[in-house]
């Protein structure tokens, strides 16, 4: 083979090394760079692939270009060079077109090329811990990702329910084959969390080159449960009530596991309930009066509530007997009045004498 004819030598590569592929793309002196279409690639592992390449534009012979690649097919049309491959199973697939200058320097152009492949399965569970979670402890939320590539395009996000928990990021070496990687997240178990459906989603996000909207693979749910303690706004109640009405006290509080109740009271009745988070009496009188105890208790915390319960005389009921007794002799004196008034007014013209005597002339008139 002569000088001129190596000196034309077309370069079939199986593969470059990095520093090849970047001194390809940054090479200045080649303002005539061949020119991919699509100007990237991005195929699902296993699908069928093809672009074009149109070495120059002008000023280079076609017999001096050709595509580097490690799979498929070209077709040579003049300087349009046309790749296809019927199912792209290669992870690490670098095309790049080239043509070569008489002055033995290439001008050359890399195609991107990414393969994807969805996550086989998503799981989530909480690093190292079983059973239930405790209130405002922190834990960790573990999201695996099995056999998913690229991994520089994988993005997880945490949920409870329909709430964004967070979005952590993966940093690691760039890696083109499937990987099992895995996502932590911090995690406040707090008592709203309580019976809350936890779940990690996979997606890739592929550029605007790649599909749009892709599915998401999703972890079957976690249910969070957290113990928590009773909780109270007031821990002590102050209570006047008069004698006769009804006492009613409430100490309920809400708990994970549910909290149980144990009252002290001011008095001894042998058949009051010690156990409920409620207590009625009927009727009150002065025994009642006192210092109510209510400890509320669980796994997690026990707290107490005290109710300070003061009986007043009521002194209504006195007050309206005065009234209607005050009323009644008031009545009684106006009756009287009014009576004494009626008979001075209409019996004081009459005489008890004549009276008799009128009787008397009758009599001695019928004879």
Request: hydrophobic share 35%.
């Amino acid at each position: 083979m002569s000088a001129s004819s190596a000196f034309f030598t077309v370069f079939l590569l199986v593969s470059l090394r990095i520093s090849e592929v970047n001194s390809c793309g940054s090479d200045q002196k080649c303002p005539d760079k061949p020119v991919f279409t699509p100007s990237s690639l991005v195929v699902k592992h296993g699908d069928p692939a093809s672009t074009t390449c149109v070495a120059c534009q002008s000023g280079c012979d076609e017999e001096n270009s050709d595509l580097e690649r490690s799979s498929g097919t070209i077709e040579k049309n003049g300087r349009t060079i046309m790749w296809n491959v019927s199912s792209l199973t290669e992870w690490d697939t670098n095309l790049i077109c080239f043509y070569s200058h008489q002055n033995e320097t290439q001008c050359c152009s890399t195609l991107s090329v990414t393969v994807y492949q969805m996550p086989v399965d998503v799981s989530l569970h909480v690093w190292n811990h079983s059973g239930p979670m405790l209130e405002n402890r922190l834990y960790t939320l573990v999201c695996n990702v099995q056999d998913v590539a690229p991994i520089g395009k994988l993005i997880v996000t945490f949920y409870r329910g329909q709430t964004q928990l967070g979005q952590p990021q993966f940093s690691s070496r760039i890696e083109k084959k499937p990987m099992n990687v895995t996502f932590l997240l911090r995690f406040n178990a707090s008592k709203e969390a309580d019976g809350a459906q936890l779940s990690c989603v996979a997606t890739l996000e592929l550029g605007p080159e790649g599909p749009q909207h892709l599915s998401v693979v999703k972890s079957s749910n976690f249910t969070a449960t957290v113990h928590y303690g009773p909780e109270l706004q007031d821990a002590v109640k102050q209570i006047s009530i008069y004698e006769g009405e009804t006492l009613h006290l409430n100490c309920s509080s809400g708990g994970n596991p549910d909290p149980s109740y144990t009252w002290i009271l001011p008095f001894t009745v042998t058949d009051a309930p010690n156990t409920s988070s409620v207590l009625t009496f009927e009727s009150v009188d002065s025994q009642h009066k006192g210092q109510y105890n209510c400890t509320i208790s669980n796994s997690v915390k026990t707290v107490s509530m005290i109710f300070e319960v003061d009986v007043q005389v009521n002194f209504l009921p006195y007050i309206i007997v005065a009234a209607v007794v005050i009323a009644a002799v008031v009545l009684i004196i106006l009756a009287v009045q009014m009576y004494h008034c009626y008979k001075h007014k209409y019996m004081r013209d009459y005489n008890l004498k004549d009276v008799f005597r009128l009787r008397r002339q009758h009599s001695q008139g019928a004879y």
